[in-house]
């Protein structure tokens, strides 16, 4: 993709090699200011925006605040979880994620630490203890762990996105959803934001789940270049 366009990558405010102490109410919105001051720092007035999970939460929220600095709009399954009570087959999603997933991992960071969070994300997300998944998802973890608790430990880690909002917004979107995500809430989400996005195209990414663009990179890259250069 650098070969097509100039590309810029950033971490986020808790995300490696930043060392930021979190702090109370983390959220998407903070992510998104940040994102603006970034832009106006390197003096880039306009941009394609592309944000995978979280990401893609901050970056659409940057895109219905500042739509006038986003060229076009890539978002890879953005969790936005608050839809799911009012989303065909949502009813009682998010309630079961917070209540059996998100708050217990807020609760291991807060009252055992770090290495308590991480080992309930590992049983989470694959299923298995902290110390038998793979090196690379180890130091993935251990690098952005401080992100993770940052947000696990928010009050409002999924802030509300209003509807209106996202009908208005008149920006090119792609919408990435992973064909291995059929059937669960980011599938649910991508497929609402379809329907509510006014300028949208939606891709499922063959052989890939939530983690695309490590599932199926090619599939992915293929995808936002055409998306792109159109």
């Not at 366009?5 to 702090?23: A, C, D, E, H, M």
């Not at 890879?76 to 917070?98: H, Q």
């Amino acid at each position: 993709m650098s070969h097509n366009f100039q590309l810029i990558t950033y971490s986020r405010r808790y995300n490696y090699p930043n060392q930021n102490k979190p702090v109370p109410n983390h959220a998407a919105i903070v992510e998104a200011k940040d994102l603006l001051s970034l832009m106006d720092k390197l003096n880039i007035k306009q941009a394609y925006i592309l944000g995978h999970s979280y990401g893609a939460y901050t970056a659409l929220l940057f895109a219905l605040e500042h739509p006038e600095r986003v060229k076009k709009l890539i978002l890879a399954e953005p969790p936005l979880i608050r839809w799911l009570p009012e989303i065909p087959n949502g009813e009682g999603v998010m309630e079961k994620f917070m209540e059996n997933t998100w708050v217990p991992i807020g609760k291991a960071f807060s009252e055992k630490g770090e290495k308590a969070g991480l080992e309930f994300t590992s049983q989470w997300a694959f299923h298995a203890p902290f110390d038998s998944i793979s090196k690379e998802w180890r130091t993935y973890w251990i690098e952005n762990a401080k992100e993770w608790q940052a947000l696990a430990i928010s009050s409002d880690a999924f802030p509300i996105v209003d509807y209106e909002k996202v009908k208005n917004l008149n920006i090119s979107t792609l919408l990435l959803s992973g064909a291995l995500s059929a059937g669960n809430f980011n599938d649910l989400i991508d497929g609402h934001l379809a329907k509510l996005l006014p300028k949208n195209e939606r891709i499922i990414i063959e052989n890939a789940g939530h983690e695309m663009f490590v599932d199926n990179a090619a599939g992915s890259n293929q995808a936002i270049i055409s998306f792109l250069t159109k």
